[in-house]
């Protein structure tokens, strides 16, 4: 009786142990899709919109929806992941502990980029620009150049720098404009 008793402990104890290991297997899935979808709602967007290559319709189409639902989708993944962390981090040893905090830095990192314009950062309006004289420029012959005139003052501006910066504030003939390229 005593045995059997011994036993029927033992058999729920296995079982317990075993559910655990099933429960913590789901949180670990959870986690990882909870990780996976704040991460790639930052980096996919952020790896298609590239300034300087080519960008597919389709693709960019993609990556704008997914720009677009990044700031939500973000936070409620990074919610759901501390969520998980908080519920793992009993379960685990110090080296799954600092993958998880390591995680959860990257799922932070995803989540605030997420809800930044990092465009403006790569494409900021040129500062304080300074005009010379054709004839005191630098230029080569065959560059390309934006060109507009009001009345009697005109601007030439290169497209090697426009090219990079996209935005211009200037004033031509007592006009404020923003060339664009």
Known sequence: ?????????????????????????????????????????????????????????RALFVAMALRQRAPLITLLAALACFALAFALWSTVGRWRKALLVLILLVVTFSTVMARQN???????????????????????????????????????YPISQMAYHHVLNDV???VPIVATY
């Open 1 to 57: 009786m005593n045995t059997s008793s011994l036993s029927e402990h033992e058999f729920r104890g296995q079982l317990a142990q075993q559910t655990n290991r099933q429960a913590s297997r789901w949180i670990w899935i959870l986690f990882s899709l909870c990780t996976l979808a704040a991460v790639a709602f930052f980096f996919i967007p952020a790896f298609i919109i590239r300034p300087f290559s080519y960008q597919a319709p």
């Open 118 to 156: 990092y465009f403006e950062w790569m494409f900021h309006p040129i500062e304080g620009s300074q005009f010379v004289a054709q004839a005191a420029s630098k230029l080569d012959p065959k560059e390309m150049i934006l060109a507009v005139r009001f009345g009697d003052d005109a601007r030439a």
């Open 172 to 174: 031509v003939g007592g």
